[in-house]
């Protein structure tokens, strides 16, 4: 890893001063999360998902009978598919298979369960188009990979179809926030910091809805009967400790579960693939898996 490459992140991080109210967080992230531009190649669809926002991405040569339905990182309270948009584009083409991003509706004006209605609207549409369930792999990063876990467990539990596979990135897995990384983290982290995880918990959980409710905190839930999940994530995060934990209770329930921690990287690193070398190989790892998840072993054309 070149230290300048994850250092120049973290200055584009720091550049300005946190954003207080709302308007101005959404409008940081989307600044940071789209600094470099999608790849010329990318062909942008948008598409109403029944109501919700998406917006499909494909690269030449792509298998579009596969799709990655991703659910952005925020907090649930910003993020956008303009944030993401290079982040997933990058991943479809790196599994060689189309994308569909998902805008759900955010806290506080919308908090929970507005976020799990709009991914579950997503999905039935996604599976109105013909897809099979198994040759779709749902991913998010740190509040969209909490997402696709509490997604996955609402279909386990009317007994539909799983998709073939579950891609979670930096995920925000316990809104109690009891991880202890939240502290021994704090100084290397330049992003996420309890205090701010507090603002956003408080934002997006109703009162009356305990932080436990495994739909809110899904490292609360029973996870037996979930896809294969690969769960990525940074030593250099506070929230590390939230992919660790998950990831070993998912792995007592018998879910095949393959953990990376990946050295000196920062929360959701993927987003900056453009500039960063481990940004790239983490969504090739990435890639790899959701070709042998989905049934689509060749790997994407050059």
């Known amino acids: 890893m070149g230290q300048d490459e994850i250092d120049a992140v973290r200055a584009l991080l720091t550049s300005k001063p946190r954003p207080v109210g709302w308007a101005e967080r959404r409008q940081r992230l989307d600044e940071v999360g789209s600094f470099w531009p999608v790849a010329s190649d990318v062909k942008l669809d948008p598409v109403d998902l029944d109501g919700v926002p998406g917006e499909w991405s494909v690269v030449p040569g792509s298998d579009t009978s596969r799709v990655l339905l991703f659910f952005h990182g925020g907090g649930y309270c910003s993020g956008s598919l303009r944030s993401h948009r290079r982040m997933v584009t990058e991943a479809g083409r790196s599994a060689g298979i189309r994308t ?4 759900y509706r955010l806290a506080p004006e919308h908090p929970f369960p507005a976020a799990m209605e709009d991914a579950l609207t997503a999905w039935r549409f996604l599976r109105k188009q013909g897809v099979a369930a ?3 792999a749902v991913g998010g990063d740190s509040a969209g990979g909490g997402l696709a876990v509490v997604l996955n467990n609402e279909l386990r539990d009317a007994k539909e179809e ?3 596979c579950a891609w979670l990135v930096s995920p925000w897995t316990d809104l109690t926030m009891s991880g202890s990384t939240l502290t021994t983290k704090d ?5 996420i910091h309890a ?4 603002e956003l918990a408080d934002a997006c959980v109703p009162p009356g809805t305990g932080r436990k409710d495994p739909r809110v905190s899904p490292l609360y839930a029973e996870l037996n009967g979930l896809p294969p999940m690969l769960i990525q994530v ?5 929230l590390l400790e939230d992919a660790t934990r998950f990831a070993a209770v998912a792995g007592a329930a018998d879910v095949s579960v393959t953990l990376e921690i990946w050295p000196h990287m920062i929360h959701a690193w993927p987003m900056w693939n453009a500039h960063l070398k481990s940004g790239r190989s983490a969504l090739a790892h990435a890639g790899t898996f959701m070709r042998a998840h989905l049934g689509y072993p060749r790997p994407p054309q050059p």
């Open 134 to 136: 198994r040759h779709i």
């Open 100 to 103: 569909l991003a998902v805008g």
């Open 234 to 238: 940074g030593s250099a995060e506070t």
């Open 187 to 191: 100084n290397v982290d330049p992003i």
């Open 162 to 164: 799983l998709p073939g």
């Open 195 to 198: 205090g701010y995880l507090g």
